[in-house]
């Protein structure tokens, strides 16, 4: 089984910064693309940022310039540095991971727990 756990959510004023972190565990290959979605109250899951075990990235046009997404491959982690924030960054922030869980596996997602980002204005 695979773990995915983040942290690093909170209560934070308009215009100021927020780091998630998120790491996997659990019986892991490999790991391919991981990225960070995001679900306000109402509306649908959407991708805020994903990035790939190469080190490309993606970004929602929402967010392009205030926040960044980096990993670190050794220690399966995933982090989203989150700058000038606004009240419509307000979510719940979900960690997902592509995981291989042995050489002959295909890649399944997973997703952590989820974080609540509420940011005031």
């Known amino acids: 089984q695979v773990q995915l756990v983040e942290s690093g959510g909170g209560l934070v004023q308009a215009g100021g910064s927020l780091r998630l972190s998120c790491e996997a565990s659990?019986?892991?290959?490999?790991?391919?693309?991981m990225g960070w979605y995001r679900q306000a109250p109402g509306k649908q899951r959407e991708l805020v940022a994903a990035?790939?075990?190469?080190?490309?990235?993606n970004y929602a046009d929402s967010v392009k310039g205030r926040f960044t997404i980096s990993r670190d491959i050794a220690k399966k982690t995933v982090s989203l540095q989150m700058n000038s924030l606004k009240p419509e960054d307000t979510a719940v922030y979900y960690c997902?991971?592509?995981?291989?869980?042995?050489?002959?596996?295909?890649?399944?997602?997973?997703w952590g727990q989820g974080t609540q980002v509420t940011v005031s204005s």
């Open positions: 997902n991971a592509n995981v291989r869980t042995s050489i002959i596996a295909r890649f399944t997602t997973y």
């Open positions: 659990g019986i892991i290959f490999s790991i391919n693309d």
């Open positions: 990035i790939t075990s190469g080190g490309s990235t």
